[in-house]
T-cell receptor, first 111, second 117 residues
Framework: EDQVTQSPEALRLQEGESSSLNCSYT??????LFWYRQDPGKGPEFLFT???AGEEKEKERLKATLTKKESFLHITAPKPEDSATYLC????????????FGTGTKLQVIP | DGGITQSPKYLFRKEGQNVTLSCEQN?????MYWYRQDPGQGLRLIYY???????QKGDIAEGYSVSREKKESFPLTVTSAQKNPTAFYLC????????????????FGSGTRLTVV
């Protein structure tokens, strides 16, 4: 069974204090790893898809990286508007439409 | 702008009542999905549809039903058989990467919060 574990559960940063969120996964052949951002009371917003180990993608202050066992979401010089819950999900070879989500990391950036 | 519209934003269900959650998309996506989100748990798949007039059960389909009569619409009915329906319901859609056959990310709606009263 595919599994996704995100850590930490919650993270509090000062504005400008860079850090990383972790997503560890086990999957029967990775087809894609996804990162989403979710604001309270809203639906998740797609950020990145990573397909193979060594791949990296960037968007503004966010950079996602992927190894064979985990993915990191690096946040450089965060701002208060980066406060949200960040979700990681994987899609493996077993079950074409099966996507397994983690429980998320709740990020708070303090001015 | 293209997107997914879910309605209503808040819904209250009485015991023994069926309720229907609406989901409409104008993204021209073939595949549509319903997820349930509970505190402290990852999103769980209820139903999905890859094409009009066809849909498949997800991991937690019991007590739910769907229809897909139009490409744009994928309503979810929460029946009285669903014993614990209080949750945040998310509709999603996605396109298909026909060039590389790689999975693409979801576009989600803004959600419907269902509460049993």
């Amino acid at each position: 069974e595919d599994q996704v574990t995100q850590s930490p559960e919650a993270l509090r940063l000062q504005e400008g204090e860079s850090s990383s969120l972790n997503c560890s996964y086990t999957v029967s052949g990775l087809r894609g790893l996804f990162w989403y951002r979710q604001d309270p009371g809203k639906g998740p917003e797609f950020l990145f898809t990573l397909y193979s180990a060594g791949e990296e993608k960037e968007k503004e202050r966010l950079k996602a990286t992927l190894t064979k066992k985990e993915s990191f979401l690096h946040i450089t010089a965060p701002k208060p508007e980066d406060s949200a819950t960040y979700l990681c999900a994987v899609q493996g070879l077993r079950g074409y439409q099966k996507v397994t989500f983690g429980t998320g990391t709740k990020l708070q950036v303090i001015p | 702008d293209g997107g997914i519209t879910q309605s209503p934003k808040y819904l209250f269900r009485k015991e023994g009542q069926n309720v229907t959650l609406s989901c409409e998309q104008n993204l021209n996506h073939d595949a549509m999905y319903w997820y349930r989100q509970d505190p402290g748990q990852g999103l769980r798949l209820i139903y999905y549809s890859q094409i009009v007039n066809d849909f498949q059960k997800g991991d937690i389909a019991e007590g739910y039903s769907v229809s897909r009569e139009k490409k744009e619409s994928f309503p979810l009915t929460v029946t009285s058989a669903q014993k614990n329906p209080t949750a945040f319901y998310l509709c999603a859609s996605k396109n298909r990467d026909t060039t590389f056959d790689r999975p693409l990310g979801y576009t989600f709606g803004s959600g419907t919060r269902l509460t049993v009263v």
